[in-house]
């Protein structure tokens, strides 16, 4: 079979400017975590891009080199950070408080974490109720804001020396709201930012910030942002890859893994309890109820999609499935997240599986953002453009194009992304066929 071509992609030459929205938990130990990797005291463990390699050909020939050797990525070396929060605590000061990373982790890079301080937020309280900032920008209207963004995200690409840049959402969960007539184009929106319609969370600025200035967007929290057609459309005229919603990284990822297994042995589910303990301030914005309805929303869609009750009414048709987020401080970043799923059987004959999954939310998340800032930066220089719906192994809400339902199958999501890359680099597809090893022609 002839080979396919590989896509032209330009080199990751120079530095990639990571913009954080958000210099919380999850941003603070993807960077001192980046810096550890980087002076060789850690590993970079969770990150597909740093860790996995990638078969190619048939299995006999053995290759199999490291994602990191075989696609083009910008080099962790290469990698500068920026970040937007109300709160105006350096980096270091930040992750003492969020309290994930032991001091072995924090001491050394100390200094380089303290460099980071973050740039005033676009910041609005009607958004994330539990929150009180002080490091706020100021404007007469929310398209001035969105203005004051752009004028940062310039300033830092020169004062940094940045060939490229990329954008990942890491901050609270904003309140719950669905699409409506400002989002539906590029002039309702702009025009809805000047009047300063309550439609357009701060988000929205951030992204069309990053899309004006040429960078593109990832959303890691469960806010609707860039999930709207006008900026879905401003994304491809500008070619720009854009993508979210929400880090699947605990509970979700577990639930992503467990019911396709059902689903592959026809098992039935009667129901699914999912209950969590979190005490760090994520856990704190959750706990206001608008909040908590955009996570829930986030939670819920993946055992409808992954199930197809439609499809097999008798096994999935009548499944209770209940997610609930309990803020309990002692806990911290150290979440407990316990499952009751109710299965059923042979003639009906029910079973239960318990899973109690004691986790830390950060650290499953952080190398998620390397990856997605590394991806996203590839999935630009490829001239990919629009929503990635190869990324949705990295979300828990993923985009996908209008009349295409979301894959969440973790595994269906691990080969997608595999298989793309292959394909961008003129690799063949791996099917698992695999019948040529039988078949003596
Ligand atoms: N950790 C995980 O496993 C995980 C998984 C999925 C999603 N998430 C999401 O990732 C996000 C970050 O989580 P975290 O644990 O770091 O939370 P965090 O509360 O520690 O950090 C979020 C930061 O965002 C800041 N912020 C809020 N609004 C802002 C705005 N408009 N502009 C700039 N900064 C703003 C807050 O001040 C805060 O410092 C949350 O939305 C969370 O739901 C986390």
Not at 91 to 97: D, L, V
Not at 146 to 157: C, P
Request: contains cysteine.
């Amino acid at each position: 079979m002839p080979q396919p071509a590989a896509r032209e992609i330009a080199p990751a030459k120079g530095r990639l400017g990571v913009l954080l929205v958000g210099l919380g938990a999850v941003s603070t130990t993807f960077i001192a975590g980046v810096e550890n990797v980087r002076r060789g005291r850690a590993l970079p463990i969770g990150s597909l891009t740093q860790m996995s390699t990638i078969r190619l050909g048939k299995r006999p020939e053995k290759r199999a080199p490291k994602i990191k050797d075989f696609a083009p990525l910008a080099a962790l070396q290469d990698l500068v950070f920026a970040a937007w929060d109300p709160i105006p605590d350096d980096a270091y000061t930040a992750a003492k408080k969020a309290g994930v990373l032991d001091p072995h982790h924090l001491e050394p890079v100390a200094d380089f974490l303290k460099s980071i301080t973050p740039m005033p937020a676009a910041f609005d309280q009607n958004y994330v109720k539990r929150l009180h900032g002080t490091n706020l920008k100021r404007g007469k209207n929310k398209r001035e804001l969105a203005e004051q963004l752009r004028e940062d995200i310039r300033g830092f690409k020169t004062t940094a020396g940045c060939d490229r840049l990329v954008m990942v959402w890491c901050a609270s969960t904003e309140v719950f709201i669905t699409p409506g007539p400002a989002h539906q184009s590029l002039a309702a929106f702009e025009k809805a930012m000047e009047q300063n319609d309550p439609a357009i969370a701060p988000s929205m600025l951030y992204a069309w910030a990053a899309l004006m200035e040429g960078v593109p967007f990832a959303n890691g929290a469960p806010n609707l942002t860039v999930d709207v057609p006008a900026l879905e459309k401003l994304a491809e005229e500008r070619h720009l890859p854009i993508g979210g919603k929400d880090f699947k990284t605990g509970q979700t990822m577990m639930k992503t893994v467990l019911s396709p297994a059902f689903k592959a042995r026809m098992l039935g589910v009667a129901g699914w309890y999912s209950t969590n303990i979190l005490g760090n301030r994520d856990g704190e914005v959750l706990d206001d109820p608008e909040s908590f309805k955009t996570k829930e929303e986030s939670k819920l869609g993946v055992l409808e999609y992954i199930l197809q009750p439609e499809m097999y009414p008798e096994l999935y048709g009548n499944v209770f499935h209940k997610v609930r987020i309990n803020y309990y401080p002692p806990r911290g970043d150290n979440k407990e997240g316990w499952d009751n799923i109710d299965i059923f059987g042979w003639l009906g004959y029910p079973m239960q599986i318990k899973v109690d999954f004691l986790c830390r939310d950060s650290i499953l998340a952080a190398p998620l953002v390397l990856d997605l800032a590394l991806l996203f930066d590839l999935a630009h220089r490829a001239g990919l453009s629009g929503i990635q719906e190869w990324l949705s192994f990295y979300f828990k809400s993923p985009q996908v194009a209008t009349g295409l339902y979301p894959e969440h199958d973790l595994f269906i999501q691990h080969t997608k992304l595999k298989n793309t890359l292959r394909w961008m680099m003129g690799e063949e597809q791996i099917t698992h066929l695999g019948i040529e090893y039988y078949e003596k022609v």
